[in-house]
């Protein structure tokens, strides 16, 4: 039987290091009087084990959450966002140890880091973005802002864009401009994005469409032709060496018809 040392050393290598020599010492154990090892049983059993399936084990925890209000599922505690559009309704929760992952009829609609500590929000802005559309006003106070900044999904180009837009259009249309942007991460790089942004800028024209023609000509700027490797062409001598066309079957065909 494994028993894992009393005082494995204080650290999760030290654990795995007596772990290992523990299986090595079962491994040259016998069991009664056999003169068979443990480890050579196990060798000789192995071929006819069944292969693993294909698919990795999901010992995740699944449990019925409804969704809150803020657009917020609690597990354990601690909240998650999940799409806006999910609001009161309930959803699969797949609780791991490093993962909480939201599942409605088997898609997943939101991903995140597991908290350890109670009463924590993790919140993603982009599953806001459809209600900031119809409230603006909510972005500047949004935690999800915060939190995108911190994590740094919000930058000082969006922020840039942001600013310039209420200055010339007004808070509330400045402020869907910059939605309309954030929309655009869903589907388009974020360095090409900012790039789209800083030439909307300069050009005082803040409509997403123009950010999203701009952010394609940035990506086709940075792309590199690959060579295309052309096949060797035959020498000279091999495109004219053929024999000579024969003519005299056509010869005798005209002089049939002239006879």
């Known amino acids: 039987m494994l028993r894992p040392p009393r005082e494995p050393g204080g650290s999760l290598a030290a654990l795995n290091t007596a772990l290992a020599a523990a299986h090595q010492r079962d491994d ?5 009087a056999r003169a068979e090892t443990v480890g050579a049983a196990a060798a000789r059993e192995l071929p006819l084990l069944r292969p693993l399936p294909d698919t990795v084990f999901d010992v995740a925890a699944r449990l019925s959450c409804r969704v809150d209000a803020k657009s917020r ?8 966002s999940v799409p806006a559009r999910y609001a009161g309704r309930r959803l699969e929760v797949r609780l791991g140890a490093t993962e909480v992952v939201a599942v409605d009829a088997g898609t997943v609609v939101a991903t995140h880091t597991r908290s350890l500590h109670k009463g924590s929000e993790d919140l993603v802005l ?4 459809e209600v900031l559309t119809r409230k603006p ?5 949004a935690t999800a802002l915060v939190a995108a900044r911190a994590d740094g999904g919000f930058t000082p180009v969006h922020q840039r864009f942001w600013d310039t837009a209420r200055r010339q259009l007004g808070d509330g249309p400045g402020t ?3 939605v309309g942007v954030l929309l655009l991460h869903r589907t388009m790089p974020a360095t090409a994005l900012a790039a789209g942004m800083d030439a909307a800028v ?8 123009l950010v999203a023609v701009e952010a394609r000509r940035s990506m086709l700027a940075t792309v590199t032709p690959i060579p295309v490797p052309l096949p060797a062409t ?5 495109a004219i060496d ?3 066309p024969a003519l005299a079957d056509y010869d005798q065909l005209l002089k049939e018809a002239t006879a």
């Open 126 to 129: 982009d599953h806001y973005l």
């Open 202 to 209: 300069s050009m005082s024209n803040f409509d997403a469409d």
């Open 73 to 80: 599922v609690c597990v354990r505690q601690s909240y998650y």
């Open 28 to 32: 040259a154990r016998r069991i009664g």
């Open 137 to 141: 006003g909510a972005l500047a106070g």
């Open 176 to 178: 869907r401009a910059l």
């Open 242 to 244: 053929r024999p000579a």
């Open 234 to 238: 035959a020498g000279p001598a091999a």
